[in-house]
């Protein structure tokens, strides 16, 4: 039985049930859920390790990893609703370095449906780790200028494949440049300090200790033809002569995906400001966000957006195949893969052979991160569910659709 900590409100038994019944969970590490209804925080629990001998904390903090692109997400919607941004301005005319090798027709449109070709830069692993280990990622003024100077890896707007960690520094430089603040600073006065959010982007500072301890994928506990699988796509994505080698920051031997660990043990990674993916924050205020998100922008009677802006936030604007990720797998799988729906900031929930992967309604949207970390919101129904994990073992967050419906069960019954 897992021990599981927390509270849930009368009638919301049946989600901890869920928990307390899969002994696995959490895998080897910790994690926690949350669930809003109404506006209401209606599911907190939380269990397992933050580190080694360490139980999780009901302030713990936990990795959410690519969720940070939905929070840089809602900053850039904010500044466009001010009038400060657009997604059709070439960004050159902001940042006019950038323009450089054929980059001068790209805009954040390009950007946010990953389709600038902008996939990384000659050199990255050097300047981001060279001065040590995670030393090089708050150093945003050379990163911005090796950005300026890198040829795209397709005609910017002519592919779709995966901005795993350009997305972030591109939407940074481009907020540097029009409002002199950083995504962090501004997620934090626009967002964070509003909502009442214990949610991070960077600039962690007192409360490193707080965040819980990542584990590595255990690929022996999986099937074989998935370890197959898994092992295929890790050779892909540590080649830095690959799409998604240079996206994924391979060095030959690793990507950034498996090196993620370290980085999150890293106090210079975890300081700097790295919104495609290095935020961290408690299930509850992740919860919090998508439920003021939710509600059309508005919770407790603070507005952080517009309710049209949160509508165009995961409104489909194409459909994609993924030729970054899907240069990864087998020639098979990349055939049978079937095209995505691309949004300028969420996931959408968009019916594929006759089901929904976010519930009934198709106004749902989601986010997600690397390791299992999930928060999704129902306009229809007011309910946000986020949940956290330490254990980066794929396939622990098949339990969240267990979660979900008894969220959706016990929110009919009252």
Partial sequence: MTAVEGFVAPGFEPVRDVLVRRPQAWGRGGGAVSAYVH???????WGGQRAPGLPWQED???????????????VVHRLVEQGVLDFTTPICTWWPEFAAHGKDTITLREVFLHSSGVLGFDGQLELLDGPGFGQGWADYDAIAAALAAARPAWVPGSRHGYHAITFGWL???????????????????????P???????????????RVARALGADLSSLPRAQRWLLGRMAKSTADPHTLAGRALLGDGRRSVLERAPEYLATPAWLEAEVPASNGVTTARSLAKLFAALAAGGT???????????VDLMHEVQVRVRDVVMGEALPAFARRLAPTAAAAYGFVPNVESKGKRPLGPNPEAFACG????QVVMADPVEQISLASTCTDFTPGLD?????????VYDAAARR
């Fill in 398 to 406: 098949k339990v969240v659709p267990e979660l979900r419906q008894a």
């Fill in 39 to 45: 506006g209401e925080l209606v599911v907190d629990l």
């Fill in 171 to 193: 939407v940074q430089e481009v907020v540097r440049r029009t409002t002199g603040r950083t995504v962090g600073d501004l997620f934090r006065t626009d967002f964070a300090e």
């Fill in 195 to 209: 909502l009442g959010l214990d949610s991070h982007l960077g600039t962690v500072g007192t409360d490193l200790d």
């Fill in 60 to 74: 713990t903090l936990a990795p959410v990893a690519s969720i940070s692109k939905g929070w840089a997400s809602c």
């Fill in 369 to 372: 991160g690397f390791g299992g």
């Fill in 299 to 309: 919770l407790g009677g603070v507005r952080v957006l517009e309710p049209s802006t």
